[in-house]
């Protein structure tokens, strides 16, 4: 079954807020999370990952939160853009990549 | 353009009949991954490659599933007796494993299965 999963399906941001995206999993044992971003008509693209020693981790606009007790992600994205429109996935990984479902972000003129 | 290419972009057959997808990974990257996407869902794992071996499979591939790496390069993934339930994305990805999360994903194969 599923051991990564997002809260909410969708998201509607206004251009120039900033987005959270939450994820939750259910394994303790998870060490290592990463984040992806799918636009329509392709394959998912690398955001930003972290590792379980750590809590926060920061990219280009993008930051990403961990919390172990709750076993819960976040991404959070400053000043959304319209670029930044698409579907954003949560996965764990072993070797190989568990998505959870995504969340559909939608940037608001 | 991640570098990552897979053909054919688009396939519509008839029940029972079989599909192969190829996918040209990144020239240095020795990991290749094939992933199946429905619609509104993730990607699923379905099988993993380092270098020309299979290392593992998912039961999501059933028998009428085959993947090779012949020469560690490109990969096919073959679909023998297409049924309705295979329509899908089929996604390809490779890595280096320098960075363990950090895949390059093709843009896909779309299947529909009529």
């Known amino acids: 079954g599923e051991s990564v999963g997002l809260h909410l399906p969708t998201l509607s941001v206004q251009e120039g807020d900033n987005s959270i995206i939450n994820c939750a999993y259910s394994?303790?044992?998870?060490?290592?999370f990463i984040w992806y971003k799918q636009e329509s008509g392709k394959g998912p693209q690398f955001i930003i990952d972290i590792r379980s020693n750590m809590d926060k981790r920061q990219g280009q606009r993008v930051t990403v939160l961990l919390n172990k007790t709750v076993k819960h992600l976040s991404l959070q994205i400053a000043a959304t853009q319209p670029g930044d429109s698409a579907v954003y996935f949560c996965a764990e990984n072993d070797y190989k990549l568990s998505f959870g479902a995504g969340t559909t972000v939608t940037v608001r003129a | 353009d991640t570098g990552v290419s897979q053909d054919p972009r688009h396939k519509i057959t008839k029940r029972g009949q079989n599909v192969t997808f190829r996918c040209d990974p990144i020239?240095?990257?020795?990991?290749l991954y094939w992933y199946r996407q429905t619609l509104g869902q993730g990607p699923e794992f379905l099988t993993y490659?380092?270098?020309?071996?299979?290392?593992?499979k998912s039961r999501l591939l059933s028998d009428r599933f085959s993947a090779e790496r012949p020469k560690g390069s490109f990969s096919t993934l073959e679909i023998q007796r297409t049924e309705q339930g295979d329509s899908a994305m089929y996604l390809c990805?490779?890595?280096?494993?320098?960075?363990?999360?950090?895949?390059?994903f093709g843009e896909g194969s779309r299947l529909t299965v009529l």
């Open positions: 020239s240095e990257h020795n990991r």
């Open positions: 394994n303790s044992a998870s060490d290592y």
């Open positions: 990805a490779s890595s280096s494993g320098t960075k363990a999360g950090e895949l390059f």
């Open positions: 490659f380092q270098n020309e071996a299979q290392l593992e």
